[in-house]
């Protein structure tokens, strides 16, 4: 079955559901020919915050991580997005209306860390003018969390450097969608509290910012 699973996933043919084993959705294979020239993807970058509300494809969703902050160089684990002292602080979770996955870049895969769909944790904090709603149509929400305890150190450079470290992933998300018409917006919008309950975070990790990601509206 194991095998099954991989194989389709190889040939890029899976659902979502298909493609979870246990508690892991093994991705495939990120397309690094696909997209526009990086000038034309930079003549093309905007926010949007309006998409259709679609599922994204097994195969946008791996290759949007990918370029987010997978591994570029796999002989010394280096990724596409640079990070402060080469300490990679950044984890990437994945908010869609089945669950929140955690991005292993090692295994280039998603493991799933709660059930259901939470991205109302990152329409922001509740307020009567829930102008952030817009995000809860999206079928993706990227969420940076930065690892502060990476960096073996403390003070505020160290939190201006995770800052730094989470923009990088974000605009390599932003460029990339760009290069491909989908749709996306950074953004630094969530209910903290929320998410760090539901994520069970530590003190040291700090989630930053996050990026919606789906297809245009038809
Ligand atoms: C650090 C950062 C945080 C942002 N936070 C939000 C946000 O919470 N909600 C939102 O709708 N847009 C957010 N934005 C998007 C900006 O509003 C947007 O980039 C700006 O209006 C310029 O528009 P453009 O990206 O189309 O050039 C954020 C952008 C950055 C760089």
């Given at each position: 079955m194991k095998r099954l699973v991989m194989a389709a996933v190889t040939a890029g043919c899976m659902t979502w559901a298909e493609a979870q084993d246990t508690n892991v959705i093994r991705l495939p294979e990120?397309?690094?020919?696909?997209?526009?020239?990086v000038m034309q993807a930079l003549a093309d970058r905007v926010s949007v915050r309006e998409c259709s509300s679609e599922e994204l494809s097994l195969n946008d969703m791996s290759d949007v991580i990918w370029a987010a902050n997978g591994i570029n160089r796999p002989e010394e684990g280096r990724r596409t997005a640079p990070s402060a002292l080469n300490k990679q602080d950044i984890d990437i979770y994945v908010f869609t209306a089945e669950g929140v996955y955690l991005y292993l870049p090692q295994e280039h895969a998603l493991q799933q860390v709660a059930e259901g769909d939470h991205r109302e944790a990152l329409a922001g904090p509740p307020s009567p003018a829930r102008a952030q709603d817009f995000v809860k149509d999206f079928p993706v929400i990227l969420l940076f969390v930065s690892d502060?305890?990476?960096?073996g150190m403390e003070g505020e450079r160290v939190k201006l450097m995770a800052a730094m470290d989470a923009g990088i992933v974000s605009e390599n998300v932003s460029l990339f969608c760009a290069s491909v018409g989908l749709c996306t917006v950074p953004r630094a919008s969530m209910d903290e509290p929320a998410v760090r309950r539901l994520l069970k975070l530590g003190e040291q990790q700090i989630p930053l910012l996050n990026n919606p990601v789906g297809y245009p509206k038809k």
């Amino acid at each position: 079955m194991k095998r099954l699973v991989m194989a389709a996933v190889t040939a890029g043919c899976m659902t979502w559901a298909e493609a979870q084993d246990t508690n892991v959705i093994r991705l495939p294979e990120p397309d690094k020919t696909r997209g526009t020239a990086v000038m034309q993807a930079l003549a093309d970058r905007v926010s949007v915050r309006e998409c259709s509300s679609e599922e994204l494809s097994l195969n946008d969703m791996s290759d949007v991580i990918w370029a987010a902050n997978g591994i570029n160089r796999p002989e010394e684990g280096r990724r596409t997005a640079p990070s402060a002292l080469n300490k990679q602080d950044i984890d990437i979770y994945v908010f869609t209306a089945e669950g929140v996955y955690l991005y292993l870049p090692q295994e280039h895969a998603l493991q799933q860390v709660a059930e259901g769909d939470h991205r109302e944790a990152l329409a922001g904090p509740p307020s009567p003018a829930r102008a952030q709603d817009f995000v809860k149509d999206f079928p993706v929400i990227l969420l940076f969390v930065s690892d502060l305890s990476r960096f073996g150190m403390e003070g505020e450079r160290v939190k201006l450097m995770a800052a730094m470290d989470a923009g990088i992933v974000s605009e390599n998300v932003s460029l990339f969608c760009a290069s491909v018409g989908l749709c996306t917006v950074p953004r630094a919008s969530m209910d903290e509290p929320a998410v760090r309950r539901l994520l069970k975070l530590g003190e040291q990790q700090i989630p930053l910012l996050n990026n919606p990601v789906g297809y245009p509206k038809k």
